[in-house]
């Protein structure tokens, strides 16, 4: 192909220790058969390169309509655009691996460096209706702008035992990826089942240009699993972050479990956020530091004032804060959430309480909210638009142990010490 070093249309192809050099694009499957018995347009790939590409290493898409599959089946690829011109591009049209179409896909061992954009999964960009999974592990992104995005009708897809922003050996950047993990939909379910377990992720401002940075994002995908990652956020520019390592965005998110992380985040407002519109969430397990004073919220659930999402429950979870602060460690501003078995150790005092309330019928209890001497200021805090909250048998060293002065009616308060 004039644009394409390897080309495939139809057919079932394997491809063994190939290298393509230069070009727009390294590896194209473009399915243009609606014949279901063409067999498909299937690349299985072993040791296969693409290096000083101009806009994509791998690209799979079909015409509207293909009732055969596309798929991809790739391992122990390298991926490479341009070195000479790291991102950030700006465009963010230079991508690793583009799918528009692909069923069963995975991409196993691959390595991408010098791109706007690792994996981008893209499904619905060809058909409404297009759907498309893709499973991806032990592999490497570095010296990329957004390393994954899962956008709409993508499903039943993961991203495991993966590094996110390795070292560039003899670089002056410690971390070489600014964005990790977008999961995106444009409607509720049209992005489903996805997994993100078991990856090391550091994320910063690596240029301290002052763009967005974040391990994971989640605007309007359902079942979606954040398990066992360590994340580290900010860590190289030493500048705050203007957003949250992992960040729900409140839209119609459902049934979003993150559990067992270790989370170091320099935020400047929280290392976990999620915002009102989400429902049915867990946070368990988690351990979350936050090393400098602007960092506002360990976990934050919502805005003061503004509310927060529903029926969420925090429960097993560490929030370390190593510095004076004047937000919490734990902000509850959603309804009908439960809070239990936390243990807060912030190591200084600052100017708020470990847990701040400011919404209605939650369950606190039997949190653990010590601090190293005891402070005047209470541990856990209900606002003046708190009410009907349960409170009772947390351990918080503090006098009064919980200030429930503020105005709130109904709430219940008892057996804290």
Avoid at 35 to 55: K, R, V
Avoid at 57 to 66: I, K, P, R
Avoid at 159 to 167: I, K, L, N, R, Y
Avoid at 269 to 279: C, I, N, T
Wanted: charged letters at 15%; one cysteine or more; hydrophobic letters at 40%.
């Amino acid at each position: 192909s004039a644009t394409s070093g390897i080309k495939v249309v139809e057919g079932q192809v394997a491809a063994r220790n190939t290298l393509v050099l230069g070009g727009d694009i390294g590896y194209e499957l473009r399915n243009l058969q609606i014949n279901p018995n063409s067999g498909g347009c299937i690349l299985f790939g072993s040791e296969i390169y693409a290096l000083d590409i101009g806009q994509y290493g791998l690209f799979s898409t079909q015409v509207v309509g293909a009732t055969n599959a596309t798929a991809l089946r790739i391992s122990n690829g390298v991926f490479g655009g341009s070195n000479t011109a790291p991102p950030p591009l700006g465009a963010g049209t230079r991508t690793a691996a583009r799918v528009e179409s692909g069923l069963l896909c995975s991409l196993r061992s691959c390595a991408s460096l010098f791109w706007d954009i690792g994996v981008d999964v893209q499904p619905q960009s060809v058909d409404p209706a297009n759907q498309a999974n893709i499973q991806i592990d032990d592999s490497t992104f570095a010296l990329v702008d957004l390393c994954v995005s899962f956008g709409p009708g993508t499903i039943n897809s993961s991203v495991s035992d993966t590094d996110f922003g390795s070292a560039i050996p003899q670089a002056p950047l410690p971390v070489t990826v600014r964005r990790g993990v977008l999961v995106s939909a444009n409607a509720p379910g049209d992005v489903s089942g996805i997994s993100i377990a078991s990856n090391t992720i550091h994320v910063s401002d690596y240029d301290s240009s002052g763009s967005d940075t974040y391990a994971v994002r989640i605007q309007g995908a359902t079942d979606v699993f954040i398990e066992g990652n360590e994340i580290i956020h900010d860590e190289a520019s030493g500048a705050a972050s203007p957003n949250a390592a992992i960040f729900i965005r409140g839209s119609s998110e459902r049934d979003v479990v993150v559990a067992d992380n270790k989370i170091r985040s320099t935020s400047n407002v929280a290392a976990v956020l999620a915002l009102a519109g989400a429902e049915r969430m867990v946070f368990s397990g988690n351990v979350i530091e936050c090393p400098e004073r602007w960092t506002l919220y360990g976990l934050q659930l919502g805005t003061i004032g503004g509310g927060g999402p529903a029926s969420v429950t925090v429960t097993g979870n560490v929030i370390d804060f190593q510095a004076a602060r004047s937000g919490a460690a734990l902000l509850i501003a959603g309804d009908r959430c439960t809070a239990t078995g936390n243990r807060i150790l912030p190591s200084t005092q600052g100017t708020g309480p470990a847990i701040y309330v400011d919404s209605d019928e939650n369950t606190i209890g039997s949190n653990s909210c010590s601090l190293p001497v005891p402070p005047a200021l209470a541990a856990i805090y209900l606002s003046a638009t708190s009410d009907n909250n349960v409170v009772i048998g947390n351990v918080c060293r503090t006098a009064p142990p919980v200030d429930n002065t503020a105005g709130g009616v109904g709430n219940e308060v008892a057996h804290n010490i």
